[in-house]
């Protein structure tokens, strides 16, 4: 059975930062794309940051240049630097995880920033 689990998140104010990982199980994720995702309250699910099995990477442009996403497939876990945080990053963050055809979820990690 495929879990993720995501670890890291807290109440932080704005300007902090905060490093979020997610450890996968009962899969191995050498070639998988890794990501992570957060939903703020009344909002629609978006795209943070995900990385390719090949180490490419991508980011929402809102958080580009304050997040750095890396992986450790030795490890199987997936990591989310966050620096120069602000309030509208407030929201849960899941990872997921894409090998193949297949997608797993994570149940998320909440992060509040305050102002």
């Known amino acids: 059975q495929v879990q993720l689990v995501e670890s890291g998140g807290g109440v932080v104010q704005a300007g902090g930062s905060l490093r979020l990982s997610c450890k996968a199980s009962?899969?191995?994720?050498?070639?998988?794309?890794m990501g992570w995702y957060r939903q703020a309250p009344g909002k629609q699910r978006e795209l943070v940051a995900t990385?390719?099995?090949?180490?490419?990477?991508q980011y929402a442009e809102s958080v580009k240049g304050r997040f750095t996403i890396s992986r450790d497939n030795a490890k199987r876990t997936v990591y989310l630097q966050m620096n120069s945080l602000k309030p509208e990053d407030t929201a849960v963050y899941s990872c997921?995880?894409?090998?193949?055809?297949?997608?797993?979820w994570g149940r998320g990690t909440q992060v509040t920033v305050s102002s």
């Open positions: 997921k995880v894409t090998r193949f055809s297949n997608t797993f």
């Open positions: 990385i390719a099995s090949g180490g490419v990477t």
């Open positions: 009962g899969i191995i994720v050498d070639y998988s794309t």
